[in-house]
């Protein structure tokens, strides 16, 4: 894409596991050339993991979860204990604007891939490591991984039924979190490059990056000293919210039932009168007990009843109509088929993208969530088979000649 707004960009990606790769799908995505490191003798924990098609495992290449997250890059294998692999690397970092890791902190200095190094090697190189806890610190050095950063950033105390134990989210909330905020911090960089010649470091924690968008909990000790008490599905300042039992899917999924709720959130005293005009309870508005958010409150059990009373005589897409019509924020609690198959608005907006794949053919992926008027983005390619376009890269961007590539691949230098 010549004219996407970081064509020209070259990302060297260090990556691995699902915050780096998401922080690199982003750049790619926008255009930048990002080519993933990788060896065959130590895979990424992604190449191994679910879905695969057909439900079983069918080598490297085949991950649905791989698959997704590496869209649009190129892949250069390289065995860092083979003599010859680490110049490689270097010599890409020469070639490149940007060097992204998310390795444990230490890692990249100890494979003589460091900052200070790198910056020998080309003094305006920007260089980001997504670590789990930042480069300094006591917990510097700890292993992390996003589940356990869920209860550690404060999202699992929030997260929970009435006078039950904190809950896990779901899942790895911090790791594309920190995609996210790593992706911005780069173009924050390459802007700050253009305008004053420099590269720079960026030391990023995501433990950080999580605890900066829950700020609930935190707030609510420091400003009153308690902590929030968890409350399901409910909100403080809205009632009836929370998520609604609809009637089953009509048809069977592999055999079982699915069940389907609605998702509703009244955001005022306004929303819920017509709320209860939609449902065919307009005496409910001038009820005393439902009158306020006040009453509501004090009431909400008895008001989630009545509400899922009326839910169950609906299909969910049904009653999310129904409540949007009458300006009620509603929707489908969507599982997987309804979001893959059958939600017109994702249709309307091509958001899916199906791309060939040397492996698995012709798959359903997420695309790019966002569309731009003047620099129209695509995602150029399905993701790369391990050490797809190592011959491509070492001849092209490095320069090695069919011999030296050649002897290199012998030496294991490109495993």
Known sequence: MADAPLSGI???DFTWVWAGPYCTLQLAHLGADVIRIETATRPCVTRMLPPWPGGKPAGLDS?????????????????FSKPGALDLARRLVAKSDVVVNNFAHGVMDRLG?????????????????????????????FVAYGPAQVPLCGLSALTGYVGGPPMHAGYSYADPNAGVHGAFAILTALYHRE??????????????????????????????????????????????HGI??????????LGFTVDQFVAVAASDNAAWQRMAAAIGRPELAGDSRFATLNARKANETELEA??????????APQ?????????????VVADNKFLSEEDEHLKAR???????????????HCGIPWKMSETPLAVRSSAPLLGQHTDEVLAQVLGLSEAEIKTLREAGALQ
């Open 195 to 240: 305008l004053t010649g420099q590269g720079q470091y960026m030391d990023m924690s995501q433990w950080e990056c999580a605890m900066a968008v829950l700020p609930e909990g935190i707030l609510e000790y420091t400003m009153n000293g308690r902590e929030p008490e968890r409350i399901g599905n409910r909100d403080p300042m809205m009632a009836p």
């Open 319 to 331: 009653a999310a109509q129904i409540l949007q019509d009458a300006g009620v924020a509603a929707f």
């Open 10 to 12: 070259r990302i060297a």
């Open 350 to 364: 091509n958001y899916f993208v199906n791309l060939p794949h040397p492996v698995v053919g012709v798959r359903q």
């Open 63 to 79: 991950s649905g979860y791989y698959n997704q997250y590496n869209q649009g890059k190129r892949s250069l294998s390289l065995n």
């Open 306 to 315: 009545i509400v899922e009373a009326w839910s169950m005589t609906q299909t």
């Open 113 to 141: 891939l460091g900052y200070e190094e790198l910056k020998k090697i080309r003094s305006d190189i920007i260089m980001i490591s997504l670590s789990g806890y930042g480069d300094t610190g006591p917990y510097s050095d």
């Open 244 to 253: 609604f039992r609809c009637k089953d899917r009509t048809e069977k999924v």
